[in-house]
């Protein structure tokens, strides 16, 4: 579905939309994780209800729900932090394909949600990630962002590194 979002929107001359949250996770873990939403980061909120609509999802609070797929979309942000997040673009069946946020800033996302909300879940998928990763991880970017005010979560990351995780 993020894939036909995203074909539609580039045919109207639009950027595809950054797939975030769980269902980014769910990729990065190859599954491990699984979600029942799919969570974009957006700017063009008119050009992503109109693609949506076309889909026949229906605007329900903060979700778009299309009943006969059971399948729900949230764009909760506008855009990535930083101008210059990396992305990763997945190549998928029939020429269709999805942007989806840099494995950096979806482990600060799960190390936020693990120390800020008490996530255990988000606590062992950080671990994951990490472990799954450690090799390919930007440690000098991932270490910066985990040291952003907003973050506050370079600590655990370097606790994490010298525990062996990576």
Do not use: Q
């Amino acid at each position: 579905m993020t894939g036909l979002i995203s074909r539609l929107l580039t045919d109207k001359g639009k950027p595809a939309p950054v797939l975030i949250g769980g269902l980014a996770l769910s990729y990065y873990t190859r599954e491990v994780y699984f979600t029942a939403d799919i969570d974009l980061a957006y700017s063009d909120r008119e050009a992503l209800d109109e693609v949506l609509g076309e889909l026949g999802f229906v605007k329900k609070g903060r979700y778009w729900i299309h009943a006969g797929l059971d399948i729900a979309v949230e764009a909760p942000t506008s855009g990535l932090a930083g101008e210059n997040a990396p992305t990763e673009t997945a190549e998928l069946e029939g020429d269709l394909f999805c942007v989806i946020i840099g494995l950096e800033d979806l482990i600060i996302d799960r190390m936020n949600a693990c120390k800020h909300w008490r996530s255990e879940v988000d606590c062992e998928m950080t671990e994951l990630l990490i472990a799954r990763y450690g090799k390919e991880i930007d440690w000098t970017y991932l270490e910066r962002k985990a040291g952003l005010p907003e973050n506050d979560t370079l600590a655990e990351l370097r606790a994490l590194r010298a525990k062996g995780v990576s």
